[in-house]
T-cell receptor
Framework: AQKVTQAQTEISVVEKEDVTLDCVYETRDTTYYLFWYKQPPSGELVFLIRRNSFDEQNEISGRYSWNFQKSTSSFNFTITASQVVDSAVYFCALSEALTGSEKLVFGKGTKLTVNP | DAGVTQSPTHLIKTRGQQVTLRCSPKSGHDTVSWYQQALGQGPQFIFQYYEEEERQRGNFPDRFSGHQFPNYSSELNVNALLLGDSALYLC????????????FGPGTRLTVT
């Protein structure tokens, strides 16, 4: 069964601090995709990144970076030098590729508050 | 290139009523998926439509039903509304078999009183 766990319900930091959001997943599929989405107060889901299970290279995009480790079934997200505009709920999600399942399974989200 | 659009933006209904939400997929997409996001939770998959048929369904009762039209747009219907149906309803579109490239709409916020 697919499952995504985001153990951190809420995180509060001061601007310019680095912050890491944790994501642990479960799947029996050998081919799958992992995602991070940002949801600001407006409610729209903003796509941040997608990784497939064969690509464990870490990725950096500006202040954002992602650490994918299959050995620990984790896909963590780090924001460097956080800004107030980073305040939002962040969701990690999983999609299996081989089972024929077309759905995304989301974690419960981590609410990040960046204080000035 | 228009993205995924949903209507209405907000909706208030009374317990026991019925509601219809609408979704137009991104241009070129043929598959629509619906998700329910309760307050403080992650989105949960309701069902997916492709070729005007329900292809996959999550753990939702039969009160939740849908439809897809020949132009690929879709409706989500919820009958006999309960207070617990209050949520943000998100529509996502993709090409069939490419769930890893789903594009989400802005959502419809449903409040049941």
């Amino acid at each position: 069964a697919q499952k995504v766990t985001q153990a951190q319900t809420e995180i509060s930091v001061v601007e310019k601090e680095d912050v890491t959001l944790d994501c642990v997943y479960e799947t029996r599929d050998t081919t799958y995709y992992l995602f991070w989405y940002k949801q600001p107060p407006s409610g729209e889901l903003v796509f941040l990144i997608r990784r497939n299970s064969f690509d464990e290279q870490n990725e950096i995009s500006g202040r954002y970076s992602w650490n994918f480790q299959k050995s620990t079934s984790s896909f963590n997200f780090t924001i460097t030098a956080s800004q107030v505009v980073d305040s939002a709920v962040y969701f990690c999600a999983l999609s299996e590729a081989l089972t024929g399942s077309e759905k995304l399974v989301f974690g419960k989200g981590t609410k990040l508050t960046v204080n000035p | 290139d228009a993205g995924v659009t949903q209507s209405p933006t907000h909706l208030i209904k009374t317990r026991g009523q019925q509601v219809t939400l609408r979704c137009s997929p991104k241009s070129g997409h043929d598959t629509v998926s619906w998700y329910q996001q309760a307050l403080g939770q992650g989105p949960q998959f309701i069902f997916q439509y492709y070729e005007e048929e329900e292809r996959q369904r999550g753990n939702f009762p039969d009160r939740f039903s849908g439809h897809q039209f020949p132009n690929y747009s879709s409706e989500l219907n919820v009958n006999a509304l309960l207070l617990g149906d209050s949520a943000l309803y998100l529509c996502a579109s993709s090409l069939f078999g490419r769930a890893y490239e789903q594009y989400f709409g802005p959502g419809t916020r449903l409040t049941v009183t």
